[in-house]
């Protein structure tokens, strides 16, 4: 069965994919860890830039997006609400 | 139908009851405010739910401690200085409160019951108004006139409805339970297991102070048990 993944959780497994790589990664390979085709991405890192989450960087002609203090916490913050939403029997 | 008027409850446990209603009130508080900002990084309608019902719950509770504690407190100024005739006043505010309470509490456990069908039951909160206020008219319909706003004719009801809601709110948690196998999972069936039973207790108040007593104790015991997964989920 494929489950599709809610919206939280891809903002979730995008920010987990760049804590992983020490907070900071190449937007190739977040394609990648994530799991998300590129217009998908495009999307949900606007969301993330947009709140502060994350910050863009360019070098050469590679982009690379790293985890804002504020990023982390949203992190840590949807971790314990996610934990918190299966305690009761509803996944996030 | 046999209409108690007056749940048996030992002199000793006044107040206790009260510190035990606002405190689950403020339990309540907690897990509604945390809900809702799962809510609005989802935006799912099952945490919407979760959000609402335990707020409509926590101001149940709430309005229920300050009912009792202003009759408590009408009562014990009555014991020493006043006429019988304060009662009226006394029980106007009762009626209103808990009658408001077993609405708020109702409403809270079914919009909590939502959030726990499964995705593919095509139940909208509007079938759910519907059953409930079907339910009010056949409950309303066996009533005697005389008997209509007094908060004593629909305890038994109020009771019986949550058990059977709690009931499968619980039944939900315990197979959620079964498949996840953590502490989280197991503190939240303790939480409504606690409700659950403080319900059944309370059905029979009318007949034993002890099953008020008891009651109050698991409904406590139920709200903790919900605070320490709260608890153990932020650290």
Known sequence: MILR???????????????KEN?????????????????RLKKYLEILLLNNSLKESKTG???????TKKGYDFLAEIRRLKKMSEAFGIPM | ????????????????????????????????????????????KSHLYLYLGFMLLSLGL??????????????????????????????GIEDFGLLLYFGLSILGYSILALAHLPKKTKISSLVLLSILAFS????????????????????????????????YILFKVLVNFSESRNLYSFLVVLG????????????????NPWAYVSAHLFLIVGYLSLLAMLIKVRH
């Open chain 1, 23 to 39: 907070g900071k990664i190449k937007k190739t390979h977040l394609m990648y860890h994530a799991n998300l085709t590129h217009e």
């Open chain 2, 62 to 91: 709430f309005l229920s401690g300050f009912v009792s504690t202003y009759s408590y407190v009408m009562y014990k100024s009555c014991v020493r200085n006043c006429s019988l005739s304060l009662f009226d006043t006394v029980f």
């Open chain 2, 136 to 167: 009010g008219i056949l409950i309303f319909a066996s009533v005697p006139i005389s008997e209509l706003l007094m908060w004593y004719t629909y305890h038994q009801y109020f009771n019986l409805l949550s058990i059977l809601i709690v009931g």
């Open chain 2, 192 to 207: 409504f297991s606690g409700i659950f039973v403080f319900h059944i207790l309370h059905f029979f108040s009318f007949f």
């Open chain 1, 5 to 19: 993944r809610s919206k939280a959780q891809i903002l979730l497994d995008i920010l987990a994919s760049i804590q």
């Open chain 1, 61 to 67: 002609n590679e982009t690379f997006y790293s985890i």
């Open chain 2, 1 to 44: 139908m046999i209409i108690m008027h007056i749940l048996l409850i030992p002199l000793w446990f006044y107040g206790f009851d009260t510190v035990m209603y606002f405190i689950s009130s403020i339990v309540g508080f907690f897990i509604s405010s945390n809900s809702y900002k799962l809510y609005s990084i989802t935006r799912k």
